[in-house]
């Protein structure tokens, strides 16, 4: 199984609403990532975790929030967003090996929309 | 610090011609080297990777990619494109020494024409 799951594919909300992106894989893969991708621009790193720890967190800004609550699964918690998050969300993850060139494995995204 | 440039953000092609997509990097460590593909309304897709070794890099799909040290380069090659390789093409790169981090360029979209 090398594939990695997001739900919900598609989500519109309000600027004062709250919502949750879920992201599962079951590869055995202990670095999991979030991604933010605009229209016709490459994925934005935005969080990784290794072994359920945070490791990056690239300034995003205190209304997306990260959660690992185990190896399989990664939560962004979203709250008071502005309609410049509208974005494509993409979740990855990747094995952790001393060799190093690991492949990430992509999930299809979820598409936000803010209002 | 890394960076990937793909300087070419459109590439349209006939079908059944060959296309090459161009990536150069620039980087002052070791790195290993990515091409991925992105369907409309999908995640990234790998298609080869070059860690060492070969320097010509099969991959999925037909895709075979040159590994060229001295010009920084990671072009991407079709010898005959199909209707349904249109699509978004990432070059990226990431340092050997364990970094969990990958640095994409901006991207080609490549365009079969019938």
């Known amino acids: 199984d090398t594939e990695v799951t997001q739900t919900p594919k598609h989500l519109v909300m309000g600027m004062t609403n709250k919502k949750s992106l879920k992201c599962e894989q079951h590869?055995?893969?202990?670095?999991m990532y979030w991604y933010k991708q605009k229209a016709k621009k490459p994925p934005e790193l935005m969080f990784v975790?290794?072994?359920?720890?945070?490791?990056i967190n690239e300034s995003v800004p205190s209304r997306f929030s990260p959660e690992c609550p185990n190896s399989s699964l990664l939560n962004l918690h979203l709250h008071a967003l502005q309609p410049e998050d509208s974005a494509l969300y993409l979740c990855?993850?990747?094995?952790?090996?001393?060799?190093?060139?690991?492949?990430?494995?992509f999930g299809p995204g979820t598409r936000l929309l803010v209002l | 610090a890394q960076s990937v440039t793909q300087l070419d953000s459109q590439v349209p092609v006939f079908e059944e011609a060959p296309v090459e997509l161009r990536c150069n990097y620039s980087?002052?460590?070791?790195?290993?080297l990515f091409w991925y593909v992105q369907y409309p309304n999908q995640g990234l897709q790998l298609l080869l990777k070059?860690?060492?070794?070969?320097?010509l890099v099969k991959g999925i799909n037909g895709f075979e990619a040159e590994f060229n040290k001295s010009q920084t380069s990671f072009h991407l090659r079709k010898p005959s494109v199909h209707i349904s390789d249109t699509a978004e093409y990432f070059c990226?790169?990431?340092?050997?020494?364990?970094?969990?981090?990958?640095?994409f360029g901006t991207g080609t979209r490549l365009k079969v024409l019938a």
């Open positions: 980087s002052s460590v070791s790195v290993y």
């Open positions: 070059y860690l060492s070794g070969s320097t």
């Open positions: 590869m055995g893969h202990r670095a």
């Open positions: 990855a993850s990747r094995p952790l090996t001393s060799g190093g060139g690991e492949t990430q494995y």
């Open positions: 990226a790169v990431t340092g050997t020494s364990g970094t969990y981090k990958y640095i």
């Open positions: 975790y290794s072994y359920e720890k945070l490791s």
